[in-house]
């Protein structure tokens, strides 16, 4: 069975970095996307950072420039390094896994809190 859960979140100062981690157990197809989303109250998941094992990643558009997503296979981890962050930036970040082949499955971890505020 697989399981993600994430850490590394908190409270920080504009401006400031945060690192999420994921660590990912359990047999994932190798063939897969992992990627951050997060979540307000009241407001619908928005994705974060997304990178594909075939090697391309993308980002919101909120974040673009600010945020890193990166994975290590042989720990079966992926991180988001967030920089520069914003009030706006807070919520939970939940960590997302998707098996890209048909009828593959999709694996949620139940997220980190992330506030910044002053």
């Known amino acids: 069975q697989v399981q993600l859960v994430e850490s590394g979140g908190g409270l920080v100062q504009p401006g400031g970095s945060l690192r999420l981690s994921c660590e990912i157990s359990?047999?994932?197809?190798?063939?897969?996307?992992m990627g951050w989303y997060r979540q307000v109250p009241g407001k619908e998941r928005e994705l974060v950072a997304q990178?594909?094992?075939?090697?391309?990643?993308n980002y919101g558009d909120a974040v673009q420039g600010r945020f890193i997503i990166s994975r290590d296979n042989v720990m079966n981890a992926v991180y988001l390094e967030m920089n520069s962050l914003k009030p706006e930036d807070s919520a939970v970040y939940l960590c997302?896994?998707?098996?890209?082949?048909?009828?593959?499955?999709?694996?949620w971890g139940k997220g980190t809190q992330v506030t910044v505020s002053s």
């Open positions: 359990g047999s994932i197809s190798g063939y897969n996307a």
């Open positions: 990178s594909f094992s075939t090697g391309p990643t």
């Open positions: 997302k896994g998707r098996e890209l082949y048909r009828g593959g499955t999709d694996y």
